[in-house]
């Protein structure tokens, strides 16, 4: 659902109208922002004259996002080179259901910097009838170069009054397990996507809040060691995961006035997961010996 950024819609829907769009965009912002909702909302609308999540596959528009890549020295979920010579492939292609052809590149601080650089191509001599959304926590992993050339979107997080106004209606005294609302909102950091993750948790987010008890659970060596590994098979399959996990044991360890010093070292890993080179295998080990 779309919700928050009324102003930036109809700015957008009016420019699209009018062929105003620019060749590329930056959409940037905190994580669950829905910064690659509205990339999507803005594709569909192109196709079929709708500003929403589309229900279909769109036949203009191609998403790039993280995979691993068939020559990549390690198992690490990056995205390549390859990826991006597709994209630029399909933007090469004239639109028919669409004014334009939109590629979405979807968290742009896991391309490559040789990626990056076949992406500066295609931005410096972009085909007509062409946009690239790139979305990205910080502009600042992007090359110099590559963000000169996009126009930049700030995806701003909301007040507790916005956040309260969507949860607006819900029955929170059907024991349903879902927090009070006023816990709801805290634990949401004005991210609309995160809000909707703790209104209806998937499957991983029913796996992290596993994790994230047993880690204020622990009581020996032993359960330190498996629940490291753990944490490092959640990253495995997406490095993603080990943000949202931090978050929620972020949350679980506020009410633990003994475990400061963890929610320290929680807060100081949520900043820097990301741009970590090393071993998240030692910082989580010194993160959970932290834990009492």
């Given at each position: 659902?779309?919700?928050?950024y009324?102003s930036?819609?109809?700015?957008l829907?009016?420019?699209?109208?009018?062929?105003?769009?620019?060749h590329?965009?930056?959409?940037?912002?905190e994580?669950?922002?829905g910064?690659?909702?509205?990339?999507q909302?803005?594709?569909?609308?192109?196709e079929t004259?709708?500003?929403?999540?589309?229900?279909?596959?769109?036949q203009?528009?191609h998403?790039v996002?993280?995979?691993?890549?068939?020559?990549?020295?390690?198992?690490?979920?990056r995205?390549?080179?390859?990826?991006?010579?597709?994209?630029?492939h399909?933007l090469?292609?004239?639109?028919?259901?669409?004014?334009?052809?939109?590629?979405i590149?979807?968290?742009?601080?896991?391309?490559?910097?040789?990626?990056q650089n076949?992406?500066?191509?295609?931005l410096e001599?972009?085909?007509?009838?062409?946009?690239?959304?790139?979305?990205?926590?910080?502009?600042g992993?992007?090359l110099?170069?590559?963000?000169?050339r996009?126009?930049?979107?700030?995806?701003?997080t909301?007040?507790?009054q916005?956040?309260?106004?969507y949860?607006r209606?819900?029955?929170f005294?059907?024991?349903?397990?879902?927090?009070?609302?006023?816990?709801?909102?805290q634990?949401s950091?004005?991210?609309i996507g995160?809000?909707e993750?703790?209104?209806h948790p998937?499957?991983?987010?029913?796996?992290?809040?596993?994790?994230?008890a047993s880690?204020v659970?622990?009581?020996?060596?032993?359960?330190?060691e498996r629940?490291?590994?753990t944490?490092?098979a959640?990253?495995?399959k997406?490095?993603?995961?080990t943000?949202a996990?931090c978050?929620?044991?972020?949350i679980a360890?506020?009410s633990?006035?003994?475990?400061?010093?963890?929610?320290?070292?929680?807060?100081?890993?949520i900043?820097?997961l990301?741009?970590?080179?090393l071993?998240?295998?030692?910082?989580?080990?010194?993160?959970?010996c932290?834990?009492?």
């Amino acid at each position: 659902m779309l919700y928050g950024y009324d102003s930036l819609v109809q700015s957008l829907k009016r420019l699209a109208d009018a062929r105003e769009l620019s060749h590329a965009y930056i959409f940037f912002g905190e994580a669950q922002t829905g910064k690659f909702l509205h990339a999507q909302a803005l594709a569909n609308y192109l196709e079929t004259g709708v500003f929403d999540a589309p229900t279909k596959v769109l036949q203009e528009t191609h998403v790039v996002t993280m995979e691993k890549e068939d020559d990549a020295e390690s198992d690490t979920e990056r995205m390549g080179i390859h990826a991006v010579h597709r994209a630029i492939h399909f933007l090469r292609q004239s639109p028919v259901f669409s004014p334009y052809r939109v590629v979405i590149v979807r968290d742009v601080e896991w391309l490559t910097d040789q990626a990056q650089n076949a992406l500066l191509k295609i931005l410096e001599e972009p085909p007509q009838q062409s946009i690239i959304i790139l979305t990205v926590t910080d502009p600042g992993v992007c090359l110099p170069a590559v963000a000169s050339r996009a126009q930049k979107v700030h995806f701003k997080t909301l007040s507790n009054q916005e956040m309260g106004e969507y949860i607006r209606g819900i029955d929170f005294s059907s024991g349903s397990g879902i927090m009070d609302s006023v816990s709801l909102i805290q634990s949401s950091f004005g991210r609309i996507g995160r809000l909707e993750s703790l209104l209806h948790p998937t499957a991983l987010d029913q796996d992290i809040a596993r994790v994230v008890a047993s880690l204020v659970a622990i009581k020996i060596d032993a359960d330190r060691e498996r629940i490291t590994e753990t944490i490092l098979a959640l990253d495995q399959k997406d490095p993603r995961n080990t943000v949202a996990l931090c978050e929620a044991l972020e949350i679980a360890l506020r009410s633990a006035p003994a475990s400061r010093a963890a929610l320290a070292q929680t807060i100081r890993l949520i900043t820097q997961l990301q741009t970590l080179t090393l071993s998240k295998r030692i910082h989580f080990k010194k993160l959970l010996c932290l834990i009492k």
